[in-house]
């Protein structure tokens, strides 16, 4: 079984900046996708983008984009994600997964079988 361990989350000011890391370890097989969905205080989980290691770019959900990014860095197995003019509604605790058996980034949470504890992102006004 995969773990996904997850790190960086905080408080942060409307505007300001902030990078979640999340590395894999353990399981017999391959994390193809490493995926990051965020759920806020009464809502459902909402993807936020994903990289598989073997596409050119991630997918981000429009509400991130222009504003978020995925690195993946293969050789630690770890993607980052870079968040930039954050805004209050970012707030959520956000969470990283992974997809040990597709190779094709998706939205869908219920394809990926493997999630990290998550981590809070508080974005104050």
């Known amino acids: 079984q995969v773990q996904l361990v997850e790190s960086g989350g905080g408080l942060v000011q409307a505007g300001g900046s902030l990078t979640l890391s999340c590395t894999a370890s353990g399981g017999s097989g391959s994390t193809y996708v490493m995926g990051w969905f965020r759920q806020a205080p009464g809502a459902d989980r909402e993807f936020v983008g994903a990289?598989?290691?073997?596409?050119?770019?991630?997918d981000y959900a429009e509400s991130v984009k222009g504003r978020f990014t995925i690195i993946g860095d293969s050789a630690k197995n770890t993607v980052y994600l870079q968040m930039s003019s954050l805004k209050p509604e970012d707030t959520a605790v956000y969470f990283c997964?992974?997809?040990?058996?597709?190779?094709?980034?998706?939205?869908?949470?219920?394809?990926?079988?493997?999630w990290g504890q998550g981590t809070q992102v508080t974005v104050s006004s």
């Open positions: 997964a992974a997809d040990t058996h597709s190779i094709i980034a998706t939205a869908f949470s219920w394809e990926y079988d493997a």
């Open positions: 990289l598989s290691w073997s596409a050119s770019s991630p």
